[in-house]
């Protein structure tokens, strides 16, 4: 049996004004992220830049340009979430950006595993499961062999919100006063909106990072391999 709940009549808003309001009252607190997330974004049509034009490029150029536009799309997306107070749904999103990026380091320079992932045709599953695509990037890479598993437990906290884990959906979005119930659609611009932000900014950027730098290595013309970001020296510790 459902309790009995009385619920607040509250008068119809805007949800425009209202995501406005919240970015205004949000940039204070996380906008050194987002100006992070706004720099992976401008880094990676950069890449685009150096990458090409090349006629006639390997297969596996191909698809990891593929992949890169993704990524590209997706950093810009994550980034109109979070400045609005989306944290869940931008860090959903985020675990799209692992895969990418960690599809891109596996498939790296393979004509092979190009081939593969074209061929790739069961909708029910992805191309490989998120930690082979980790183990296989980063030692492509040629990192300690730890880093797996630790990124692959970053990737499943953020797939909380993707999958609707109780422990996402019950922050936010209702308050309550004794019997009165009040639903609140929209984002917030509480301690955890925030938390959520930084959180989604710092990871999103580190594996966009890993993703470009794996692109640039194989795909890259020579001449211009001085400039590569030289991701895990930035990031260690």
Not at 190 to 211: H, K
Request: contains cysteine.
């Amino acid at each position: 049996m459902f309790e009995k709940l009385e619920l607040e009549e509250k008068p119809v808003r805007s949800i425009v004004e209202h995501e406005t309001q919240i970015a205004k009252a949000l940039f204070p607190k996380v906008g050194p992220y987002l100006e992070l997330l706004a720099g992976a974004y401008s880094l990676s049509g950069k890449v685009f830049e150096e990458a090409y034009p090349e006629i006639n490029p390997p297969l596996s150029k191909q698809v990891c340009t593929k992949l890169l536009l993704r990524l590209n799309n997706d950093l810009r997306a994550i980034l109109m979430l979070a400045e609005v107070g989306y944290d869940v749904q931008a860090n959903a999103l985020a675990a799209s950006v692992y895969e990418c990026a960690f599809t891109i380091g596996t498939i790296f320079n393979s004509r092979e595993l190009a081939e593969q992932w074209l061929d790739h045709d069961d909708p029910r599953a992805s191309f490989r499961n998120a930690y082979d695509l980790a183990h296989a990037a980063l030692s492509n890479y040629g990192v300690h062999a730890d880093w797996p598993d630790a990124f692959y437990k970053i990737y499943r906290q953020l797939c909380w919100g993707k999958h609707l884990n109780p422990i996402s959906e019950q922050q936010g979005g209702m308050e309550r006063t004794g019997n009165v119930v009040d639903y609140i659609p929209g984002p917030r611009d509480d301690e955890l909106t925030e938390r959520g932000i930084s959180y989604c900014c710092v990871f999103t950027v580190l594996f966009a990072l890993i993703g470009m730098e794996m692109f640039v290595r194989v795909h890259v013309r020579e001449e211009h391999d001085h400039k590569r970001v030289h991701t895990f020296a930035l990031f260690s510790y």
